[in-house]
């Protein structure tokens, strides 16, 4: 199951201070690992479902805002936290109604949050996640192609909560994207 900004989210507010500002239909997005940036340009090198932090330190106004948010978007981040302070002193309502807009959510973090923190945080449950998802996958791939050894695999799905006791149903699809 991959992490949701909601999940990361949910006990950020508490921690850290971090408070959702737009796009609040847009916290079901995926998040696959959180990146921090300066400068539009910089944009290019995301491959998409990054969180992206950013304190403005390279403007001096708030007009870079709302292009950097669609170029954001175009690369297909998960959302956008900004270190709200000496740099960004102000959230424009044109770039709130926007985010609302494209449900792309806008969060902001006071300026005493350390970005290195919560990063490192929101790395590590990212990475724990995906070690989860690979352990629950070899399992039941070993189920699967080795039945008689089941007995070996129930302990690995059991740590990660399956009730060995339910029903299930698995579908394996093999897609050819050539």
């Given at each position: 199951?991959?992490?949701t900004l909601r999940s990361l989210c949910k006990n950020a507010s508490y921690s850290y201070g971090m408070r959702v500002i737009a796009g609040n239909?847009?916290?079901?997005?995926?998040?696959?690992?959180?990146?921090?940036?300066?400068?539009?340009?910089?944009?290019?090198?995301?491959?998409?479902?990054?969180?992206?932090?950013?304190?403005?330190?390279?403007?001096?106004?708030?007009?870079?805002?709302?292009?950097?948010?669609?170029?954001?978007?175009?690369?297909?981040?998960?959302?956008?936290?900004?270190?709200?302070?000496?740099?960004?002193?102000?959230?424009?309502?044109?770039?709130?109604?926007?985010?609302?807009?494209?449900?792309?959510?806008?969060?902001?973090?006071?300026?005493?949050?350390?970005?290195?923190?919560?990063?490192?945080?929101?790395?590590?449950?990212?990475?724990?996640?995906?070690?989860?998802?690979?352990?629950?996958?070899?399992?039941?791939?070993?189920?699967?192609?080795?039945?008689?050894?089941?007995?070996?695999?129930?302990?690995?799905?059991?740590?990660?909560?399956?009730?060995?006791?339910?029903?299930?149903?698995?579908?394996?699809?093999?897609?050819?994207?050539?």
């Amino acid at each position: 199951m991959a992490l949701t900004l909601r999940s990361l989210c949910k006990n950020a507010s508490y921690s850290y201070g971090m408070r959702v500002i737009a796009g609040n239909n847009g916290l079901s997005n995926i998040v696959q690992w959180v990146y921090s940036i300066e400068d539009i340009e910089v944009s290019e090198f995301l491959h998409g479902g990054e969180l992206i932090f950013t304190t403005g330190i390279a403007n001096r106004n708030s007009d870079w805002l709302l292009p950097f948010v669609k170029k954001l978007i175009e690369m297909q981040a998960s959302g956008l936290v900004l270190n709200t302070g000496p740099n960004i002193t102000e959230i424009p309502k044109e770039l709130i109604d926007y985010c609302n807009k494209l449900n792309f959510p806008l969060l902001d973090i006071p300026w005493e949050t350390r970005i290195v923190d919560i990063s490192r945080e929101f790395c590590n449950r990212i990475i724990i996640n995906e070690r989860e998802e690979e352990d629950i996958s070899q399992a039941l791939k070993n189920i699967v192609f080795f039945p008689r050894d089941t007995e070996k695999y129930i302990p690995v799905l059991e740590s990660y909560n399956f009730d060995m006791q339910s029903h299930f149903c698995m579908i394996a699809v093999k897609a050819d994207m050539t």
